[in-house]
């Protein structure tokens, strides 16, 4: 919009009037009518379930619609597959994008179309060719074209996925969801592409969870909600377009625009916490093939949140401390008793459970139901010579399904059906069901919307209420500062520091996470400080 | 024979398909966009059990047998023994009588009966066993060896070859296990060593005689439990119990979760190697059983004749039976229909002196045409390699 001037509205790229999509009986998409504009952000708001997916599905042709139509550039167009709309410039990157494990990033941008001379696979040109769009892009430092796809970080996978994208130029570029698995460093990198991408006049839709990113990056909000077009508005303070009149939207009118009401506090700030308890467990100097010498504590009755970049080595950190990965060296102390745990199964009948951080890859069965999902670590308390009593599972699974208020049709649905907040919710069913004395969460409000989020919040402070230790694995600093009764920050396998919630603030907490790339001299500081807190 | 197995199974699993599942399933699978929120119509379908629902509740179950994709392939199933019993017996009336299908059954049904229900068990699992059928010709050798030198002790040559079957199955487990190998290679190498091993000990021949004499395999081939050819019997015990474990112990529950998502059921504190290699020391021993069923029908020991491409059919049950190769999906009805079907299909063609070779095209078929038809009702779609 920069080239257009202040006053004039950049020309319409998409625009889809009337879009309606069914599957059987629920109505995913609503007569919907959303306009695109080239050269802005348009960020995609709305809780899971709002139908935000299946606008970016229908979309790109890989859901025929309904009822409606699309236009692109001003002319009616229907797609009849993926293959069909990117030909014609419109392009999604998944939030979980398809990697070719064994080829290098080079054959992985570019397949489909491999530059080729009758059918002789030309490897110095593809190089040559990913080279220069990695670097065009400002990628140089952290893609490599000759890696191979299963050696890449989440992140590097997502930049895969979005060179893809741009190979050939799109007019319409949608990113779902981008930066769940990136870290700040990488988010920000992300931006400046998009920013670069809209100057280019690209029309972008960004579809994401996160208030302050949204906010950042977008020129207009449109807002979704059980399927149906709630607004779109005008972000404040990008730009001088307040002029057109319409009013700027905040955070709060965000929020009840999602979930049609008031979120008074996401983060439940105003329960009192209790005095923490005994000592759960005590890590010293435990070390593994990721991390080295760690030492902390976790009370009964206490929050401790994990905080650090993405590759930390947190997720490494707590699947060695249930036994998943082996340690080399240290030790753990468990409810006051040394304890090796040489598999998850040891720590669960110890009394830990885990949440991991990927919750259909690691903890949910997606084909079976709701109840056996629950039920899953509990079949030695309810059962008698091996033998399942149900009447005890269904009660069991029925009282924390009601207690966590998770939608679900029945407890004999798949667990697939549900949505990303209820699937975790049923995830912490399943271990409330166990009553752990030490819950691990991983990433426990990954891919969950604001309404669901908020409930998992209020959970995790009914269970640290209930005196169940709690270590926090999280990558959204909000998160962990609100959560938290103690934030542990990690970086390249190390503690680098501890603050108590009193003294923590989001620049706190990011300078231990990055201290390594801060002077030798900090680094110093910070470790002895860290040294003299545990 | 199906019968008691067919109650137990429909009663413990139709819960989960009320009439809409269906419906609901391909709604969010496609978009997730689906029914997050409670809608009123639904609820009550899957009530706690004793409500007054009840009523509604027998009816959603009667509608979600119709159209769950799991028991669409068993009603096609069903309806095709029901086509190929109606078809034989027109022409042959003699074929549905109890002495032919007991003939039926103590031919070659009992073979692949058992293989094939244990197969079922290490395909729910995840695994794969293409090695049952060296198996149970090696246990039948190395019982007819342990028969012959122990001057025909019928209880040691039994043993014996049971005792094979689970070392079979051992060596099996410790190698996808502990040297991981993947489970279609491991145990092709174990089908060609075993069977190498049973040939060279029995020298490619058949071994031992007089079996007819001792009273443990007189019972084996004539005898009869409860009114039940004992081979019969035998195939409906291991079926129930095959149901039993998988439908209310927490040991089903857990195969079904590591066929499903290893991972998971690994970090909620399954131990997962355990599990396989219990299922491998399973699948060799019910093998080693029919072995030891083969000696007492043959009258010997051999490597070759009645095992060979067992493996294959015992595949083509857990296939037919619903399983997916990828783990985690399956179940005893449907492999009890299927082994009726195939036992069916190959004693109906006997009975109607159609060549033999016919019997194997109409079995692929047979199976191409349930595991499309399955497929189909996934509404997967067409592209590449499926799962």
Known sequence: ?534 | MSDPDTVTDTGATTSPDTATSSDTATGAQSSGAGPAAPRPGVEGTEAPAGTPAGDRNHVARVLGVLTNADRVQNLILLAVIVIIAAFVTSRQPAFLTWGNLSIAVTGTIILFGLTGLVELLVIIVGGLDISVGSIVGLSSVVGALVWTHTGQNGGLAVLSALLIGLLCGLANGLLIIYGRVNPFIATLATLAAFKGIGQVLSDGGAIGSGFASNAIFIFIQRGSVAGLPTQLFILVIVALALAFLLLYTDIGRNVYAIGGNPTAARLAGVNINRYVLAVYLVVGFVAAIAGVILMARQGFGQQTGSVDGLELKAVTVAALGGASLRGGRGGVLGAALAIVLLGFLENGMNVLNINTFWQNVAQGTLLLIAVIAQQRRRKERAIGIPD
């Open chain 1, 1 to 534: 919009m920069t080239s257009t001037g202040p006053g004039t509205e950049p020309p319409i790229a998409l625009r889809m009037t009337g879009v309606s999509k069914r599957f059987g009986p629920v109505r995913a998409l609503r007569d919907v009518s959303v306009e695109f504009r080239a050269g802005e952000v348009t960020a995609l708001m709305g809780e899971n379930g709002a139908g935000k997916s299946t606008l970016l599905k229908v979309l790109i042709g890989a859901l025929p619609i309904d009822e409606g139509t699309v236009e692109l550039d001003g002319r009616p167009v229907t797609f009849a597959d993926p293959t069909a709309s990117r030909a014609a410039g419109v392009r999604v990157v998944a939030q979980e994008p398809e990697i070719i494990p064994h080829v290098s990033v080079a054959e992985n941008i570019f397949v489909g179309a491999l530059p080729a001379r009758r059918r002789l696979f030309r490897k110095g040109e593809l190089v040559a060719k990913a080279t220069e769009l990695i670097v065009r892009y400002g990628f140089g430092q952290v893609l490599h074209p000759e890696t191979v796809g299963s050696r890449l970080t989440p992140a590097q996978r997502q930049l895969v996925e979005i060179l893809r994208a741009l190979t050939d130029q799109p007019r319409v570029i949608a990113f779902d969801e981008p930066t769940s698995s990136l870290s700040d460093g990488e988010v920000e990198l992300l931006f400046t592409l998009i920013r670069r991408l809209r100057e280019q006049g690209v029309a972008v839709i960004y579809v994401s969870h996160r208030l302050k990113e949204v906010f950042a990056l977008g020129d207009r909000i449109a807002v979704l909600r059980d399927g149906a077009h709630v607004g779109t508005r005008p972000v404040a303070g990008t730009s001088e377009r307040s002029a057109s009149g319409t009013s700027m939207v905040t955070e709060a009118e965000l929020i009840r625009m999602m979930v049609g009401r008031d979120l008074s506090s996401l983060y439940h700030d105003e329960v009192p916490r209790p005095t923490p308890g005994d000592v759960v467990l005590d890590v010293a100097g435990v070390s593994s093939a990721d991390v080295h010498d760690i030492s902390f504590q976790v009370r009964a009755g206490e929050i401790v949140g994990l905080a650090g970049l993405i590759g930390a080595g947190r997720s490494e950190l707590v699947r060695a401390l249930i036994g998943a990965e082996p340690i080399t060296g240290g030790s753990v102390t468990f409810q006051g008793n040394v304890r090796r745990f040489h598999s998850p199964k040891d720590a669960v009948r110890a009394g830990i459970g885990l949440a991991p951080e990927e919750r259909k890859a690691e903890a949910l069965f997606m084909q079976r139901s709701v109840r056996e999902n629950t039920a899953t670590a509990i079949y030695d308390r309810i059962r008698r010579f091996r033998v399942i009593n149900r009447k005890a599972e269904r009660a069991t699974v029925a009282t924390f399904l009601e207690r966590l208020r998770v939608r679900t049709p029945g407890m004999e649905y798949p667990v697939s059906n549900l949505s990303g907040g209820n699937q975790q919710k049923v995830v912490l069913a399943r271990w409330l069901a166990r009553n752990p004395a030490l819950l691990i969460l991983d990433e426990p409000t990954r891919g969950v919307d604001v309404g669901a989020k908020s409930e998992i919040y209020a959970i995790i402070h009914e269970l640290a209420a209930t005196g169940i230790a709690i270590l926090m694995v999280s990558s959204e600093l909000p998160e962990v500062l609100g959560l938290a009764d103690r934030i542990i920050v990690m970086q390249n396998g190390r503690i680098t520091g501890e603050l108590a919630r009193a003294e923590a603030t989001e620049e706190g907490v990011l300078a231990l996470a990055m201290a390594d790339d801060l002077s030798d001299l900090v680094v110093g500081l910070q470790t002895e400080t860290s040294g003299a807190a545990t």
